[in-house]
């Protein structure tokens, strides 16, 4: 198994690793609207943090060598109601290819988010 580590997503706030490859899959953290630099949520609104997450989810993708043509995605909402505007922003980073996914509610998630996406992804 080999660890996944870049600078430019978030570092681990527990004890976990931004991700692990084993047999050619990458299984990432969720990542929530983390700065990469701060360690603070970046924005207020859905639309916003949608937004960082799926920066740093590209991070992780990138540091693996593989991208969103390649995933699966489990994606955590603190409010169903923000579900269309977490889906306009969402879409932003997928082409032609769209992933399959699930989406749920949850009653809360680390550090007050109102969204995390982790991601299971091919790596060749």
């Known amino acids: 198994m080999k660890t996944i580590s870049t600078a430019n997503a978030p570092a681990a706030i527990g004890p976990y690793a931004q ?23 970046v924005g207020s609104t859905i639309e916003e943090q ?7 989810v590209a991070a992780i ?3 693996a060598g593989t991208d969103f043509d390649h995933v699966k995605t489990t994606c ?3 409010d169903m109601n923000d579900f269309a505007a977490f889906n306009a922003e969402y879409a932003k980073s997928f082409g032609e290819v769209r992933p399959a996914r699930s989406a749920v509610a949850v009653e809360k998630l680390p550090k007050g988010a109102l969204v995390e996406v ?4 091919e790596v060749n």
């Open 19 to 41: 991700g692990n490859i084993a047999g050619g899959l990458l299984f990432a953290s969720g990542q929530i609207p983390l700065d990469p630099e701060t360690g603070e949520i």
């Open 118 to 121: 982790e991601v299971i992804a």
């Open 61 to 63: 993708l990138e540091a």
């Open 76 to 78: 955590f909402l603190n």
């Open 50 to 56: 949608t937004a960082q997450v799926m920066k740093n």
